[in-house]
């Protein structure tokens, strides 16, 4: 009986830190947090430094690099109100890390309102001691979708 209990307990402590994130893990969420908040502020002084240089993003009218989304958030041509993220998800290789949002976007797109699920793929790398993104990139979806863990 005390083997089976000690089993169990050896189970049951395997699975929950399976479930437990890390703090690479945490840290890489929080900053997908922030970044929907500066975009909705349109801070562009966060954002570029958040962005690579050579960081590239994917929206359903077209594909652009740093320069233009900055200068798109900035002017307001794309206005990112509001994202409710509703899932995430984080895989770290190395010093690359993807991160996944399930979110409904309300925004303002050429002065027209928006309100779009999307997933969200954002791919960061590790420059030292701090993340940098080289990707984000919108795919429309069903409200039904849900990310894979």
């Known amino acids: 009986m005390k ?3 000690f089993l169990l307990s ?15 893990e945490k840290e890489l969420i929080q900053l997908s947090m922030d970044k929907w908040q500066w975009m909705s502020d349109k801070d562009v002084d966060k954002l570029d430094k958040l962005f690579d240089a050579k ?13 233009e989304e900055l ?9 990112y109100k509001k ?4 899932d995430t998800a984080v895989e770290i290789v190395g010093n690359t ?3 996944w949002n399930r979110i409904t976007l309300d925004a303002i797109v050429r002065e027209q309102v928006a ?19 080289l990707a984000l990139t919108f795919s429309s979806v069903r409200d039904t979708h849900q990310i894979k863990h």
């Open 83 to 86: 994202a409710t993220v509703k």
């Open 115 to 133: 309100v779009t699920e999307f997933t969200v793929t954002e791919v960061y790398q590790k420059q030292g001691d701090d993340w940098k993104m």
């Open 55 to 67: 960081a590239k993003f994917v929206h359903m009218s077209g594909t652009w690099k740093k320069d």
């Open 97 to 99: 890390a993807i991160v």
């Open 71 to 79: 200068d798109i958030i900035k002017t307001g041509r794309i206005w």
């Open 10 to 24: 050896i189970l049951l402590i395997s699975i929950s830190s399976s479930f437990a994130q890390t703090a690479a």
């Open 3 to 5: 083997k089976l209990v």
